[in-house]
């Protein structure tokens, strides 16, 4: 007579002793089973390479940074690396102007956690596809608690609705506004010491510490021919080598967030605007900021203004003041779909003038005003297609209106 298998009557009594609950016990164990043995996979892949990756967590942030440059925060690996990049094609219908396309920006972070308590972040940027490379921050982060805590070295300044959050992901527009171009400099980062925290559970932040100078005495604003407005964004030091250091300034930023999507808040920014000759010469500026979303619908809003104190030492033509403010609204129209794609619609208007006032004689009119319409595409929370077409208006009759139609793409990693 054949044998059957002791393999296969196994298999029969098994079959026939058990419940469909048992089965479906039997079924969760094997998956997880399964997911425990992917993880060891992924941990013994992470321990031959020295690296344990870490991807983009798309809400987080520290204070107040965008995600890719808070991933140290939250790695894994003491060794953290991400970053941005975005490029655009412009076409403008000046006279004479042909489209083009640049390279914009790509962006490494390098972060390590020496411990919990103790971070190295790092900002590396090549724009204009390598024409420029500069260190936008290299910091010490000193973590004590939620209310408590110190960042020294090269920081992003505490201004704005971008300076701090500038990953292309994060605003809808292919340029970034103007106004937080050439009044607040974005990106605009200083040699200081900073301390920030949350106050309890109030829902308040806040920043606050000494940062290197502006040098507000430079080629855009030398006092003899009139300043351009380039002369705040040029009056930066960020990380020069050997860059000037005899006056700093004090930064401070207060922000409430509440719980119905609002974030409310202001940022000053007083002290040193020459650096060596003349003394005595102050500048004050400060924002006020706005942010509310809800099901798929976002508004920000931003206003800011600079006021120099002493221009007059630096010559009679000197540049004395500059104000202006934007509102972007957007409504993404897949957000009742369930999806995670997006397709953000926006509209932003803009109005500034980099050169409000100079010391004495008539002053440049600057006065500009952009209003920029388009459209964005998230294929992947991480990954932005952009489209928009901006209408720009000077308030001088000499100067000639022009429209610019761009298409791009950014990423965070």
């Given at each position: 007579m054949?044998?059957?298998p002791l393999s296969l009557v196994a298999t029969v009594i098994v079959g026939v002793s058990l419940h469909a609950d048992e089965l479906s016990e039997l079924k969760a164990k094997i998956i997880e089973l399964q997911e425990k043995t992917d993880a060891l996979i992924d941990e013994t892949s992470d321990l031959k390479t020295g690296f344990s990756h870490t991807t983009v967590e798309v809400d987080a942030s520290q204070n107040g940074m965008g995600p890719a440059a808070s991933k140290v925060y939250y790695s894994k690996s003491p060794l953290s690396i991400g970053g941005y990049g975005e490029m655009y094609w412009a076409s403008e219908d000046k006279r004479g102007e042909r489209a083009y396309a640049d390279v914009y920006?790509?962006?490494p972070y390098i972060g390590y956690k020496f411990s919990d308590e103790i971070i190295l972040n790092s900002e590396?940027?090549?724009e204009h596809g390598g024409e420029e490379v500069a260190i936008e921050f290299m910091y010490l982060d000193f973590l004590f608690n939620r209310s408590f805590n110190i960042q020294a070295g090269n920081l992003l300044v505490p201004m704005g609705l971008v300076n701090r959050r500038h990953e292309p992901t994060l605003f809808n527009t292919i340029q970034r506004p103007d106004v937080e171009k050439y009044i607040i400099p974005s990106t605009w980062h200083e040699n200081g010491v900073v301390v920030y925290g949350s106050i309890g559970e109030s829902g308040f932040s806040?920043?606050?510490g000494i940062i290197n100078g502006l040098n507000l005495k430079n080629i855009s604003n030398d006092g003899v021919t009139q300043p351009s407005k380039n002369w705040i964004?040029?009056?930066?030091?960020?990380?020069?080598?050997k860059g000037p250091m005899e006056r700093v300034a004090f930064v401070g930023r207060v922000d409430y967030t509440g719980r119905n999507g609002v974030l409310l808040g202001s940022s000053v920014y007083y002290g040193g605007a020459a650096q060596g000759d003349p003394n005595g010469v102050n500048a004050l500026i400060y924002d006020i900021h706005a942010l509310y979303e809800k099901e798929g619908f976002?508004?920000?809003?931003?206003?800011?203004?600079?006021?120099?104190d002493g221009a007059e030492k630096i010559g009679p033509r000197s540049a004395k003041s500059a104000e202006g403010y934007f509102i972007n609204m957007e409504?993404?129209?897949l957000a009742s779909k369930n999806t995670s794609k997006r397709v953000p619609l926006f509209v932003q208007y803009e109005s500034y003038d980099p050169v409000s006032s100079v010391v004495s004689g008539a002053r440049p009119d600057l006065e500009q005003t952009n209003i920029t319409v388009g459209v964005n595409f998230?294929?992947?929370e991480q990954v932005v297609l952009k489209a928009d077409y901006v209408f720009t208006n000077y308030n001088d009759a000499n100067s000639e209106d022009f429209n610019t139609f761009s298409v791009g793409m950014g990423f965070i990693f």
């Amino acid at each position: 007579m054949k044998k059957i298998p002791l393999s296969l009557v196994a298999t029969v009594i098994v079959g026939v002793s058990l419940h469909a609950d048992e089965l479906s016990e039997l079924k969760a164990k094997i998956i997880e089973l399964q997911e425990k043995t992917d993880a060891l996979i992924d941990e013994t892949s992470d321990l031959k390479t020295g690296f344990s990756h870490t991807t983009v967590e798309v809400d987080a942030s520290q204070n107040g940074m965008g995600p890719a440059a808070s991933k140290v925060y939250y790695s894994k690996s003491p060794l953290s690396i991400g970053g941005y990049g975005e490029m655009y094609w412009a076409s403008e219908d000046k006279r004479g102007e042909r489209a083009y396309a640049d390279v914009y920006r790509f962006v490494p972070y390098i972060g390590y956690k020496f411990s919990d308590e103790i971070i190295l972040n790092s900002e590396l940027e090549f724009e204009h596809g390598g024409e420029e490379v500069a260190i936008e921050f290299m910091y010490l982060d000193f973590l004590f608690n939620r209310s408590f805590n110190i960042q020294a070295g090269n920081l992003l300044v505490p201004m704005g609705l971008v300076n701090r959050r500038h990953e292309p992901t994060l605003f809808n527009t292919i340029q970034r506004p103007d106004v937080e171009k050439y009044i607040i400099p974005s990106t605009w980062h200083e040699n200081g010491v900073v301390v920030y925290g949350s106050i309890g559970e109030s829902g308040f932040s806040y920043s606050a510490g000494i940062i290197n100078g502006l040098n507000l005495k430079n080629i855009s604003n030398d006092g003899v021919t009139q300043p351009s407005k380039n002369w705040i964004k040029n009056g930066r030091i960020g990380s020069q080598n050997k860059g000037p250091m005899e006056r700093v300034a004090f930064v401070g930023r207060v922000d409430y967030t509440g719980r119905n999507g609002v974030l409310l808040g202001s940022s000053v920014y007083y002290g040193g605007a020459a650096q060596g000759d003349p003394n005595g010469v102050n500048a004050l500026i400060y924002d006020i900021h706005a942010l509310y979303e809800k099901e798929g619908f976002k508004l920000k809003a931003l206003y800011t203004a600079l006021t120099l104190d002493g221009a007059e030492k630096i010559g009679p033509r000197s540049a004395k003041s500059a104000e202006g403010y934007f509102i972007n609204m957007e409504y993404d129209i897949l957000a009742s779909k369930n999806t995670s794609k997006r397709v953000p619609l926006f509209v932003q208007y803009e109005s500034y003038d980099p050169v409000s006032s100079v010391v004495s004689g008539a002053r440049p009119d600057l006065e500009q005003t952009n209003i920029t319409v388009g459209v964005n595409f998230f294929p992947h929370e991480q990954v932005v297609l952009k489209a928009d077409y901006v209408f720009t208006n000077y308030n001088d009759a000499n100067s000639e209106d022009f429209n610019t139609f761009s298409v791009g793409m950014g990423f965070i990693f």
